[in-house]
Structure formats: C-alpha cells, structure tokens
C-alpha cells in the first residue's frame, strides 16, 4: 500500500484498506494479498443477511443427526495428538492416549493450530513427519479476533437522546465503525434486540491476546461510551449479561480463519492433495472461491475431500 499508493493524497484510502482489512478479514495487512483482498471484497453481496436465526448450531445439529443416521460416530473432548501413519493405515493418538485406526484421516483442524509449535495445546504431531505440507500451512496466513457480546436492559440506542445525537433514527441501524479502541460494532437489525456484538480484528486483536476478560470489557464499555456520548459507569449499570470470546488465545481454534498472503495457492493446492491417498487435509483455509473464511469455505472443502475418498 505504501508503495503503491503514497503520500497524503492516498491516506484515507490507506487507512480504510488497512482497517477493513484487519477488521473484516481479521488479517495482518502488511502480509495479506492485495490481490485476493480485492477478489473478495468485489464479490461482496452488499446489504443481504445470510444470519441463520437459530445460529449456526442448526446447522451443526443438523450434520450431526446425518452423521449419525450414516452410521458415524462422534466422539467429544478428545483432542488429538499424534498421528502415526503409513500408506493406507493411520492410527490417530489423543490426549489421554485413546487410539482410533482407519484407512485414511481427514485433518479438519483450525490452521491456526496447525501452524502450532509441537509441543503446544492442542497442535498435532505427524509420524512420519509432513515437512512439505508443514511448510505449506506456515505459508498461510491466520487471523485474529475477540468477539464481545454485551445484552443491555433496553436497546438505548434507539432512544431520543441517541437520536438527537446522531441528527437521525438509529432504528435500522446494523454497523458501527469507529475509532475506539474496540472499534467494530453491530445491532441484530432487522431485529430490535438489546444485544451489541463488538469485534476487535487482526494485530490489534493479536496485541489483546492476553488481555484479561475484565479489561476487554472495560475497553469495550468505553468504546461505547465514545461512540454514543455516554458516561461508561451509566453503560454498565445497564449491561445486563456479557461474554468475552476470545478465539485467538484458545488453543484448539488460535485465532480466527485464513486470509491468503501472497502467492499462496501453491500451498493450498499441495495441501489440496492427499498424503498417499491417505492423509487429507480440509478445512476453510483451503477454499478456493471467493467467500474465504467462512463456514460455506468450510463446507465446500470438507465435501471436496468427502467426495474424493468415495471416489477411491
Ligand atoms: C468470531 C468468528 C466469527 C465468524 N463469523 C462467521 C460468520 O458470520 N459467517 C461465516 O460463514 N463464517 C464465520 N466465521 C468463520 C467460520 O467459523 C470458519 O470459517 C469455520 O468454522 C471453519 O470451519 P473448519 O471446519 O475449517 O474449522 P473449525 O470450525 O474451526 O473446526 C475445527 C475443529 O477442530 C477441532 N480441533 C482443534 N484441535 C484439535 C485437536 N488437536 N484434536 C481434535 N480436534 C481438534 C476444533 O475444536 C474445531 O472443532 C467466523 C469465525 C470466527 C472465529
């Protein structure tokens, strides 16, 4: 961005590129792709809401009964290990020293842990080693994020005294975006609930990894604050309940989807590619199309490799 687009004429957009970028892709704009960001960003499907409404728990129950109904299993808390493997058998270590054998393994872990050090939480050994693939997922880029979901007693928001404030109705209101130090905001619209979901992406989530839970909710209570011309002690006595999730210092997820970096898709297409018909790998990061980093991402690529097993 510095290079291409210098100086004060291109500040704006600079900043703007930069904060979307983090705060939507929740990538570090000095390493992401320009290119794939522009991808993305012009398929964008402006004003449409694909929010499931009884979330995407639905959606999960709903593979879970299929799987189950195919005659699968689907076993819970049990964090894998290890992976010990030859051509067309691999036994699949956990945690508390449980193991499963198959013909072939799909890895659906989060990128995020798989670019973990050996040794960390949750991150996965393979035996033998995968230094090509190893070196193909440290390639790819993995982002960070904290959500804040704050419930309030009324949606204040609405009220005259926001109204007068903003020259205007914030009945329809669904993004904030500011400057605050958790900068990203939004209202359930078009429902009128009382719930804020606050979202604090890329490096600047990285940064708050270890924050406490009590001073996300400080920062988040003061951001507010800001943003609607209100005292911060008048905000809490307000906030009803709260959660703090932070995606980025949980080990088995460590942070939040891929952004491409440049010249990525040769790792992706390696990794794309089965380890001797046996060791396949999928998950959101490998997606090809242009909504990267959700859960149709996802989706698509676990049918993919769902559908090349079948097909061996
Ligand atoms: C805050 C946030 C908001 C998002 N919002 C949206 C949205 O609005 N719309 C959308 O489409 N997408 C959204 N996404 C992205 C979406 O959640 C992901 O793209 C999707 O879940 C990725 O699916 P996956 O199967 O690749 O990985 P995951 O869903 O991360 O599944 C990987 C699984 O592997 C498990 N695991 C990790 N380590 C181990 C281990 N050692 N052994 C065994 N299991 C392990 C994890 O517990 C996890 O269950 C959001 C993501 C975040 C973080």
Redesign the pocket.
């Known amino acids: 961005m510095e290079l291409e687009f210098p100086g004060n004429t291109y500040a704006e957009l600079r900043n703007s590129v930069e904060k979307f970028a983090s705060g939507y892709d929740?990538a570090d704009p000095l390493n992401a792709s320009a290119f794939a960001l522009r991808k993305e960003w012009q398929s964008e499907d402006d004003g449409t809401q694909?929010?499931i409404k009884d979330g995407?728990g639905a959606l999960i129950a709903y593979l879970e009964e299929e799987c189950k109904a195919a005659g699968g299993a689907i076993v819970f808390n049990?964090?894998?290990?290890l992976i010990k493997w030859q051509q067309g058998k691999v036994q699949a270590i956990?945690d508390d020293g449980t193991m499963y054998e198959a013909e072939q393994v799909i890895i659906?872990?989060?990128?995020g842990?798989l670019k973990a050090a050996e040794g960390e939480k949750?991150?996965?050994t393979f035996d033998p080693s995968l230094p090509e693939q190893s070196k193909a997922l440290q390639a790819m880029g993995f982002g960070a994020?904290i959500?804040i979901l704050m419930e309030f007693d009324d949606i204040f928001w609405e009220d005259q005294y926001t109204e007068q404030l903003a020259g205007k109705s914030l009945k329809t209101m669904g993004f904030i975006l500011s400057d605050q130090p958790i900068p990203t905001w939004w209202t359930q619209a078009p429902e009128h609930s009382t719930v804020l979901t606050g979202?604090l992406g890329g490096p600047a989530a990285l940064e708050k990894k270890d924050t406490t839970e009590e001073d996300i909710l400080r920062l988040s209570l003061q951001s507010l604050a800001k943003i609607f011309s209100r005292d911060p002690l008048w905000l809490k006595d307000k906030l009803v309940a709260f959660a703090v999730?932070n995606?980025t210092n949980k080990?088995?997820?460590r942070?939040?989807?891929a952004y491409d970096t440049v010249n990525i898709s040769a790792s992706r297409q390696l990794l794309n590619q089965s380890v001797h018909n046996t060791i396949f790998f999928?998950?959101?990061?490998l997606y090809e199309g242009t909504?990267m980093?959700?859960?149709?991402?996802?989706l698509t690529?676990?049918k993919g490799v769902a559908e090349q097993i079948i097909d061996l």
């Not at 999928?282 to 990061?285: I, R, T, V």
């Open positions: 929740t694909y929010r995407y049990s964090a894998v290990r956990t659906a872990m989060p990128l842990v949750g991150a996965v994020i959500k979202w999730v995606w080990p088995y997820t942070g939040s989807y999928a998950g959101e990061y909504a980093g959700t859960v149709e991402a996802a690529s676990g």
